[in-house]
């Protein structure tokens, strides 16, 4: 579906439509809404999908909606734990769906991006619900699932996180209208349509623009998230998960990002001390806390390689060496990217 027709499937709503927008730590979505207020203006109410994060700041509202709606059409963050999400269901894999309500009521736009994500695969496309606009409880069921050995990045045929959540979101769907559009990070590709469909079309795109080919693993190799995933440690981690499989066994990471916000997620400091230890998988969502599947990953990493950071942040405490003062190679944009390995048994 192209813009175009986009255009006219909004124009067609009648009443209040609800529009799903990233929050402050992905890009930006005003060039689209510029784009759309003609067909918007004077009736758009906004949900940012924080999922289980912070609410936007004011700074971060307008840099979302930019000039054309912040602070001029109705707004809310996803209060995760506020008790007002709308059961849907459960998906065959245990998570019970509960949805914000405003997503119940008429039809929605949703503008997303798609970038790699190192345990769902791909970000974009049904994440801007689940866990975007879902309840804790959602998003705990469906993050025990990272703890299994198929959610990696790149990967959605057997994903099990990515799975739940397309049949999550499919429960949503049943229900209301969805229009969808997933634009590929830092690119000019567009996919728009139903939430499955465009997902994967801008996945397959996002998986040529954003895999790196790499020849053979490094030796040492410093990684700078970029952008807004340089605000805290918990966002900036996304570039080690991504990355780690480029650096040979016993090689050096190096993770370099201001982090202004410090650790950036009530879990960091737990799962950061869990790491220094051998980590066992939780049995069941139930014995699962929000973070495990970091720390799970994170031991697995420490293990196999020497990590350490240039990030404002005492790293000692958590038995990190101080890093190198230089590396073999750099990559920036790393928490947007992949790499794809070229060397065998990679």
Known sequence: MSILEIRQKIAEIKGTVTVVVNDGTRPSSAGY?????????????????????????????????????????PAVNNMCDDGTHVSLGTTTRGTEVEIHPWVLEGSVVALATVEPHYFAGFTGGRKSFLPGVSSRKTVVQNHFLACRPDALPGRLRGNPVNEDMMEGVALLAARTEIIMVNRVSGADKVFCGAFDTSFYQACEAARLHCGVPVKERYTSLEVHPGGTLEVSLYQAMKAVFLWEQAVEDGGELVLAADCPEGFGAAQMERLLHDSCSCVAAPASAEEYLLGDHAALRLSRIRKRINL????????????FSSPPESCQATQGNAGFTFPVLEVQNA
């Open 33 to 73: 809404l510029d784009k759309l207020k003609p067909l918007l203006a004077g009736r758009a109410r906004f949900v940012f999908a924080t999922g289980t994060h912070r609410p936007v700041t004011p700074q971060e509202e307008l840099y979302i909606l930019g000039e054309s709606f912040a602070g001029k059409a």
């Open 308 to 319: 350490s950071f240039r990030t404002g942040i005492d790293m000692h405490r958590f038995g």
